[in-house]
């Protein structure tokens, strides 16, 4: 990807060099987000902000990751859940010395924001208030002002010290429906499917989507609980009421609701988390 492509990632207007006002440096901004609406948000409250730059606007996380270390961003607001790469999967890609401040942007997920409160890193909540948006912001201008990167490194890595050790934590999941925040229980996730760039919950009748990868996805869950059995689908074991074997060494997994899945040939070594071999 070359320089100009990233300096007008996902960029509704065109971008400009840095540039110096009233002899103070810009703050060098950088916006991560695959919604465009969420994109467009805050770089509309950012816009009358007379000391920052807006330089990138990617829109995956391997853009992400390109954009920062190239472009080296004094500030990130970072999407946590993007395509491709997830927000703390573009933080274990940064190679640049000097960290930028990072402001998480995430939906209302509690483990998520549990994390930011325990290692004091900031974090919006889609949609951010424009009073929310103002505390962050003036929070990240003293960050970078008092020159506090350094802290900043050490909160990031600790997280994903925490993540690595533990990417569960909660038990429930937050997803939106209708307008509506709806927490779900993950005991009660019958199983998940693969659709794009998010993934289908299926509970009972009903499903929610939740913008998220499978393989992210997959670490979040309680390895005892889930088990994936192909490349699009994630299973309840708890749910699970029979197993038909088919040709070529697959599955049909029946669920106690009736649902058919297929394990397929190349996630039969997971047919030992069900007692098998």
Not at 71 to 97: H, R, S, Y
Request: with cysteine; proline share 4%; glycine share 4%.
């Amino acid at each position: 990807m070359t320089t100009e492509a990233l300096l007008n990632i996902a960029s509704e207007e065109p971008m400009t060099v840095p540039t110096r006002t009233s002899g103070a440096t810009k703050i060098r901004t950088l916006i991560a987000d695959d919604q465009l609406l969420a994109r467009e948000l805050l770089r509309r409250m950012l816009r009358d902000e007379q000391d920052i730059e807006i330089v990138a606007m990617p829109t995956s996380g391997r853009e992400t990751v390109d954009a920062i270390n190239l472009l080296a961003p004094d500030l990130v607001f970072l999407d946590v859940q993007m395509p491709e790469m997830d927000g703390f999967a573009v933080l274990k890609k940064i190679t640049l010395e000097r960290m930028p401040v990072i402001v998480f942007v995430t939906a209302n997920d509690d483990f998520a924001r549990r994390a930011f409160d325990v290692h004091a890193l900031d974090y919006l909540v889609k949609p951010c208030s424009l009073v929310r948006f103002q505390t962050t912001l003036q929070r990240a201008r003293e960050q970078i002002e008092r020159n506090q990167t350094g802290q900043m490194q050490q909160r990031l890595s600790a997280l994903l010290e925490d993540l690595k050790a533990d990417p569960k934590q909660a038990d429930r999941i937050a997803v939106k429906s209708g307008g509506r925040i709806i927490f779900l229980r993950l005991a009660e996730v019958d199983w998940v499917e693969a659709a794009d760039n998010y993934v289908k919950l299926h509970v009972g009748n009903d499903s929610y989507l939740l913008r998220n990868t499978m393989s992210a996805f997959e670490k979040r869950l309680p390895k005892e609980s889930f088990l994936r059995i192909s490349r699009s689908t994630i299973v309840n074991v708890e749910h699970i009421k029979e197993l038909h074997p088919m040709f070529h060494g697959e599955y049909v997994v029946v669920l106690r609701n009736g649902t058919r899945l297929t394990l397929t040939r190349g996630y039969r070594e997971k047919l030992h988390q069900l007692g098998l071999t």
